[in-house]
């Protein structure tokens, strides 16, 4: 069994680094024992969403019930012949996460099947699903069960799932209204409605919930302190760009990092994390 487990592993890792340079690069920052099961989270997260936003020439909703169905079946069988899933399992059963941070997820990508738009309300909660609860998969690897050090950075992990997942909608506004017939800003839900006026309050949600967010990283165990922070610094610089912008740049164009500035601000959190010792 070890070798299928090494090759789940592998796969899910392949999956990430195939969909996303910049989170593949943040979590080669961390210690090689948290590298794996984040892999497995992701790769998990990324098939859920490939389902809903691409997977256009198919049924998605038997495809995306079939996936629950397939997940929730792992999980209770410890095994999977979907190797994405038999590590997502593995991950689920060693760190103790909560089958509500799963079902949360499942949900709200479920509301991409129906939904185009979100009143606050179910806004709210697909914010918690699509990526809050994310956070906390992830956390509990980081503090490698500790409730007591999970409870404690729980709410900045929160904060920091939140505040990356509405800088995504903000950079990809395009894309979403023309490849996906969506638009996530609160209360907005048709394209006329789009304006300066409404990014600004979203911007100003991202601004409070990154400056809570940077106490909970500073906080986190140094193995995967140096990750998040730089991810952390990436999507700052990444929300400092949208917010030059105007919602109609914004449409017309998706805002980018290059990848010599990210490599500049990995080499800035190495040397605020490994050398400054920033707590």
């Known amino acids: 069994m070890q070798i299928y487990h090494d090759v789940s592993y592998k796969t899910s890792k392949k999956l990430t680094q195939a969909y996303s340079t910049s989170f593949s ?7 090689h024992e948290y590298r794996d099961p984040i892999y497995a989270i992701y790769g998990f997260v990324r098939i859920a969403d490939e389902i ?3 997977f256009h020439n198919y049924n998605k909703e038997e495809l995306f ?4 169905n397939d997940t929730n079946d792992a999980i209770k069988n410890r095994i999977s012949t979907n190797p994405v899933l038999h590590a997502f399992q593995k ?3 060693e760190y103790e996460i909560d089958q509500e941070y799963i079902d949360a997820f499942l949900d709200s990508m479920e509301m991409d099947l129906t939904n185009s ?5 179910s806004y709210d909660k697909y914010i918690y699903g699509s990526a809050e609860v994310v956070g906390f998969m992830c956390l509990r690897v980081f503090v490698k069960n500790d409730k007591q050090k999970f409870e404690e950075l729980k709410e900045p992990a929160r904060l920091l799932g939140s505040a990356f997942q509405k800088v995504n909608f903000l950079r990809d506004i395009k894309s979403d209204i023309e490849e996906r017939g969506r638009i996530y800003l609160p209360n907005v839900d048709q394209f006329f ?3 300066d006026e409404n990014k600004k309050s979203l911007e100003l949600e991202i601004e409070s919930e990154f400056n809570e967010a940077l106490i909970g990283i500073m906080k ?3 193995g995967v302190k140096l990750g998040v922070y730089s991810a952390f610094l990436y999507y700052q610089r990444l929300f400092r760009k949208i917010r030059g912008c105007t919602i109609e740049e914004l449409s017309e164009k998706r805002v980018r990092v290059s990848n010599l500035y990210k490599f500049m601000l990995f080499l800035k959190g190495l040397w605020e994390v490994k050398i400054l010792n920033l707590t």
């Open 25 to 31: 690069f943040g979590i080669k920052a961390f210690s």
């Open 52 to 54: 809903v936003d691409t």
């Open 65 to 68: 019930t079939k996936f629950r």
């Open 91 to 93: 991950v689920v059963h």
């Open 117 to 121: 738009s979100y009143k606050r309300k």
């Open 193 to 195: 409605q789009l304006n």
């Open 220 to 222: 986190l165990p140094i």
